[in-house]
């Protein structure tokens, strides 16, 4: 798959191309795919001493190359990238062959989140930094009309019930004996409305996580995550304004956000499950908290110059609190890059980008990183 990837990226580097379409009959077959070409140098402070690095992440990260193939009012996608073999493969079903009343069944991107413009840092839209991360694909059955969409989450397909997830939640278990339940769908729902002036997105997400001690030496534990919020893009002639604000509970259980994602699950002396932070040697580090809560603002504006140059430049923060905590991991970001559209399909983009990481759950500083390069973009 990579040797693929690779050759179909050099081919398309030196020749212009579009989205490759075959039709016959009541059946399409459509290629395409986003190859990114990125490369960034990062200067990073941790409050005591300081780091360089040069690194590439969108084109392992992101790249990717697809095929839909359409029969009818159903069509099939699968998506493959280098990170990622599998990125996307779903089914959908077109009620009377329109576009806004599907239903689709596959694993696909979430819907309860949105981002700005921020191309640093895989391609990150200031996520973790004011934003919600938009780039999580998960197993689901989505429904939607008219702007509407009603997704059911599949959190674990198959009875994989390793200690060690990554999937749907961020804990690390600190004992095998602690294991979450990980068959409780989660539910996500979504408007949008769009015309050419405005795009405005409003979601909201809900998942219950049980926490089983098998040992019986601690009581099982339900953990809510949740979270609600806004996201769009206003035009104003060749100005654009984009916007996001959100808040929500316990958010690294569906890998929204990744600040806190060093929480581990303990046992306290009186033989009760409760949640915690550990600091960078993995020890539990702050008083007990069973939730942390969640809230964050990006916003981002920028302008289009003869139909070619876009500088835009945006800002975010994120804000997590909980009982018995001050401050937990707040993080604040900011960019100014410039889209240089050479043609329809390659597009160049320098970007400066700081990311501030502010202090820990006790009150450490934590630093700061300030990244500046540029991704090149050929989108077929």
């Known amino acids: 798959m990579k040797k693929l990837l690779f050759l179909l990226s050099f081919i398309l580097l030196f020749t212009p191309v579009y989205a490759v379409e075959f039709t016959t009959g009541d059946f399409k077959a459509n290629v395409y795919g986003e190859i990114y070409a990125d490369g960034f140098y990062n200067y990073d402070y941790n409050g005591s001493s300081s780091s360089h690095r040069f690194e590439s992440l969108a084109f392992p990260g992101t790249s990717n ?17 280098l990170a990622d073999p599998v990125r996307r493969f779903f089914l959908t079903y077109n009620f009377n062959g329109k576009e806004d009343h599907y239903l689709l069944i596959g694993k696909d991107a979430i819907i309860a989140a949105y981002t700005v413009g921020q191309v640093s840092n895989d391609i990150g839209g200031l996520s973790d930094f004011g934003a919600i991360t938009d780039a999580t694909r998960r197993y689901q059955i989505r429904y939607g009309i008219n702007g509407f969409e009603l997704a059911v989450i599949i959190p674990s397909v198959g009875g994989n019930f390793s200690p060690d997830y990554t999937d749907d939640t961020g804990y690390k278990l600190g004992t095998a004996t602690y294991q979450p339940f990980m ?95 550990t600091d960078e040697n993995g020890n539990l580090t702050a008083t007990q908290s069973e939730n942390i809560q969640s809230a964050g603002l990006a916003i981002g504006i920028g302008h289009t110059f003869n139909d070619m140059f876009t500088p835009q430049a945006g800002v975010g923060y994120t804000l997590n609190f909980g009982d018995g905590y001050d401050k937990i991991d707040d993080r604040i970001g900011a960019y100014l890059n410039c889209i240089i559209q050479i043609n329809d399909w390659f597009s160049i983009i320098p970007e400066i980008a700081y990311m501030d990481y502010m202090q820990d759950s006790i009150g450490n500083k934590e630093g700061y990183s300030i990244i500046a390069g540029a991704v090149a973009l050929l989108s077929f």
């Open 65 to 81: 190359i697809g095929v839909t193939l359409t029969y009818g009012n159903i069509s099939g996608t699968f998506e493959a990238g």
């Open 183 to 277: 068959v409780i769908p989660r539910l996500e729902a979504a408007y949008t409305y769009a015309n050419d002036t405005l795009e405005f997105k409003i979601f909201g997400a809900y998942g219950a996580y049980l926490y089983q001690d098998t040992a019986k030496a601690a009581t099982d534990k339900v953990f809510h995550s949740y979270h609600i919020g806004i996201g769009g893009q206003s035009n104003f002639g060749n100005s654009f304004l984009q916007y996001t604000a959100w808040y929500g509970n316990n958010i690294d259980l569906a890998d929204g956000l990744t600040t806190y994602k060093s929480r581990a699950v303990g046992v306290t002396a009186n033989g009760k499950i409760s949640m915690f932070l």
